[in-house]
């Protein structure tokens, strides 16, 4: 399989150019796959097909594609506000094919998703769109990516259309119904590592300048499938780190706050990593935990339904040790409200009212309601558009057992 991602417009992803290509091929089928890794399926085009379903675009010989591979082998949609787009995703060459896959969510998809939903501003997104018919046609010629194509036989049965599904349980239901596992050899930091960089955010003192760049976090994970970028994989603790033993050896027991990313979901593996929301506890060994209830794209897990949650690890790290015992360890963290990159706008879902996060380009947090005194609530005042917020040096929030800036 030859396979090089290079970025064309709307997001799309191209092969490189295939060597080994024949002089002269045809196109002689198009191709719907009824599984998501599937190269090999039915050549009628499917009415409720997933978001995730694969278009094989078969020839006579080996294709000769390059980076336009697209506007030779064009996925459009048909109907609607985004008629003309592309479908988003990777052309793969695998043989005698080229593999069209459509790109899969990163992120938990947003209430209202649906037909007009514009998925190429958004690369969490998956890559087709839900209840919509795209057109598929092959250009011989001109333009055409696959430079070797001479002829398109006439039972191809291309221009063609299919059409996806508009029910959300069936977005990805060509995904495998079965878990998946952590790729062996792919975890970093490497398994058993000690002196893994204790995440400060600054570390003024340069006490840890020497970790290098391959102890430090975030941990990454990777799985031989993808995953459910659902809040009930992201954020309930199935993905973990947990400190297990003190400096001296002392048995604990703290799972440690952390924030998982789904940076990369694709057929054959996902890509997760986990940034600690704090210090590490210096010394400690600490170790990373997936859960039985860690669900797949298919929504499939280890854990049976009445099974209660039981953690595997993933592997044990040792937190580099205080270098100077007794003596102040020197942080600092830091918000100018330059840009609204860290807000959180949650709250607006629940009916709550946002805080002004840097409006008008001030790089400034302003509160949105005014603090009313019990006393005399009716000679209250709005804040000031300068609000300021202070954090005690050496303050921690976390178990008290943990503080790294204790003693």
């Keep these: 399989m030859i396979r090089s991602r290079l970025p064309i417009p709307f997001l799309l992803f191209a092969v490189g150019w295939a060597s080994g290509a024949d002089a002269g091929v045809k196109l002689t089928s198009v191709r719907f796959p009824g599984k998501l890794s599937g190269t090999n399926g039915t050549k009628t085009p499917p009415t409720e097909a997933p978001l995730s379903q694969r278009v094989v675009f078969r020839f006579s010989g080996s294709p000769s594609v390059g980076a336009g591979v697209a506007e030779g082998l064009k996925i459009r ?21 080229v593999v069209f896959t459509p790109r899969l969510p990163i992120a938990n998809l947003p209430a209202g998703f649906g037909p007009t939903t514009d998925i190429a501003a958004d690369a969490s997104l998956p890559g087709l769109l839900p209840g919509t018919t795209y057109a598929v046609s092959v250009q011989i010629g001109g333009s055409n990516a696959v430079k070797n194509l ?29 878990p998946v596992s952590v790729k062996k050899g792919k975890t970093s930091p490497a398994p058993g590592t000690k002196g893994v960089h204790p995440n400060l955010f600054a570390d003024p003192a340069g006490l840890f300048d020497g970790v290098p760049a391959k102890k430090r976090p975030p941990f990454e994970v990777v799985f031989d499938g993808p995953v459910s970028p659902s809040p009930l994989n992201i954020v309930r603790n199935r993905l973990r780190l947990r400190a297990v033993e003190s400096p001296e050896g002392i048995p604990v027991d703290d799972v440690l706050g952390a924030t998982v990313v789904l940076v990369e979901n694709e057929p054959n593996r996902a890509r997760v990593l986990l940034y600690p929301n704090g210090v590490l506890p210096l010394g400690h060994r600490v170790v990373l935990e997936v859960s039985n209830r860690w669900l797949s794209l298919s929504g499939a897990q280890v854990a049976a339904p009445d099974d209660s949650e039981e953690f595997e690890k993933i592997a044990s790290y040792r937190v580099a040790f205080d270098p100077a015992p007794g003596a102040a360890l020197d942080d600092f963290v830091e918000e100018d409200f330059d840009t609204t990159a860290r807000q959180d706008t949650s709250i607006a879902s629940a009916g709550m009212q946002l805080a002004g996060w840097d409006e ?12 009313v005194p019990r006393c005399c609530s009716s000679r209250s005042k709005r804040p000031s558009p300068s609000v300021s917020a202070s954090v005690t040096p050496g303050a921690w929030i976390g178990p008290p057992g943990l503080n790294p800036y204790a003693g």
Excluded: W
């Design 150 to 178: 001479t002829k398109v036989k006439k039972g191809a049965g291309v221009p063609l259309s299919f059409t996806t599904t508009s029910d959300p349980g069936a977005y990805f239901s060509n995904v495998p119904l079965k």
């Design 360 to 371: 008008e380009n001030s790089d400034v947090l302003r509160a949105s309601f005014g603090f």
């Design 77 to 97: 949609v048909a109907g609607g506000p985004f008629t003309g787009q592309p479908a988003i995703g990777s052309y793969e060459v695998m043989g005698d094919s």
